[in-house]
């Protein structure tokens, strides 16, 4: 099992960045795929970004690709979602996520195929 907290969200105007970071307990980290997902009010949940397990596959969603990036230090067992060129639009919850995976190589894209969840951060973005 694996506890994930998030940290780093605030309030930011239009144009600038945040790094967001997601830690987890455990000592097999390094088993777990991880993705970011955000919530803005009154709308679902979406995905924005995965890491596989080695950190060798990564993917983003279309309306983040170029502005976010997603890595992960296992030494660390922590997955960062660094964010520029930050747009009001990007204003959510967001959320890290993870599952074990015995593929090095997988990232995964739905919520529904993660079991850990972390509790959120809010990220707000001024025009």
């Known amino acids: 099992q694996v506890q994930l907290v998030e940290s780093g969200g605030g309030l930011v105007q239009a144009g600038g960045s945040l790094r967001l970071s997601c830690a987890a307990s455990?000592?097999?980290?390094?088993?777990?795929?991880v993705g970011w997902f955000r919530q803005a009010p009154g709308k679902e949940r979406e995905f924005v970004a995965a890491i596989s397990t080695s950190g060798g596959h990564t993917y983003s969603a279309n309306s983040v690709k170029g502005r976010f990036t997603i890595s992960r230090d296992n030494v660390k067992n922590t997955v960062y979602l660094e964010m520029n060129s930050l747009k009001p639009e990007d204003t959510a919850v967001y959320y890290c996520?993870?599952?074990?995976?015995?593929?090095?190589?997988?990232?995964?894209?739905?919520?529904?195929?993660?079991?850990?969840w972390g509790q959120g951060t809010q990220v707000t973005v001024s025009s």
């Open positions: 996520a993870a599952r074990a995976s015995s593929f090095s190589n997988t990232a995964y894209l739905r919520s529904n195929e993660y079991s850990y």
């Open positions: 455990g000592r097999t980290f390094s088993s777990y795929a």
